[in-house]
T-cell receptor, first 112, second 113 residues
């Protein structure tokens, strides 16, 4: 089955700096890669996603890049703000089952 | 965007009792919903896939007789934790699919005393 690895497990940045979180996947059949933000005590919130026919997608301060050949994708957050502090999960969809395989999560802390 | 609600948001119960958690898709119909369990500082663990009108598909190691799932309509799935024990204490989260996207509920915190 699909295996998703996520790094780093923790990340601290100064407010205004950029943050990058990286994930790799194993199943070349995966074609959908969402990113979720989870605040303490809440459910994950979909913040951005990318499909395998696209190499990059941006939404304001958030961007995701995908390298299908290398089987990795990354989340980029620019101009970080304290409210960006949360746990971020990457995920991959290996196909028709619509199940997601999640990475282990990254605790992002934005220091004021 | 797609909104998913869960009820209750938290529940405390005595060991041996059963607890029902509801998951609703508020502004869309979901033929497929998923139930996850999450322990502190860990990732989401898929428990089962719930399909409207059919039996749920459980992940390996998840007891189907303990975690009863019913998906009676396109907007409602329920998870019942039967004969709950302290080790069942966890954060339970449901999600519903729209196309390829998966949208999560706010979660239910279960504490079994």
């Amino acid at each position: 089955g699909e295996n998703v690895e996520q790094h780093p497990s923790t990340l601290s940045v100064q407010e205004g700096d950029s943050a990058v979180i990286k994930c790799t996947y194993s199943d070349s059949a995966s074609n959908y890669f969402p990113w979720y933000k989870q605040e303490l005590g809440k459910g994950p919130q979909l913040i951005i996603d990318i499909r395998s026919n696209v190499g990059e997608k941006k939404d304001q301060r958030i961007a995701v890049t995908l390298n299908k050949t290398a089987k990795h994708f990354s989340l980029h957050i620019t101009e970080t703000q304290p409210e960006d502090s949360a746990v971020y999960f990457c995920a991959a969809n290996p196909g028709s089952a619509r199940q997601l395989t999640f990475g282990s999560g990254t605790q992002l802390t934005v220091l004021p | 965007g797609a909104v998913v609600s869960q009820h209750p948001s938290w529940v405390i119960c005595k060991s041996g009792t059963s607890v029902k958690i509801e998951c609703r898709s508020l502004d869309f119909q979901a033929t497929t919903m998923f139930w996850y369990r999450q322990f502190p500082k860990q990732s989401l663990m898929l428990m089962a896939t719930s399909n409207e009108g059919s039996k749920a598909t459980y992940e390996q190691g998840v007891e189907k007789d303990k975690f009863l799932i019913n998906h009676a309509s396109l907007t409602l799935s329920t998870l019942t934790v039967t004969s709950a024990h302290p080790e069942d204490s966890s954060f339970y989260i449901c999600s519903a699919t729209v196309g390829q996207g998966q949208y999560f509920g706010p979660g239910t915190r279960l504490l079994v005393l």
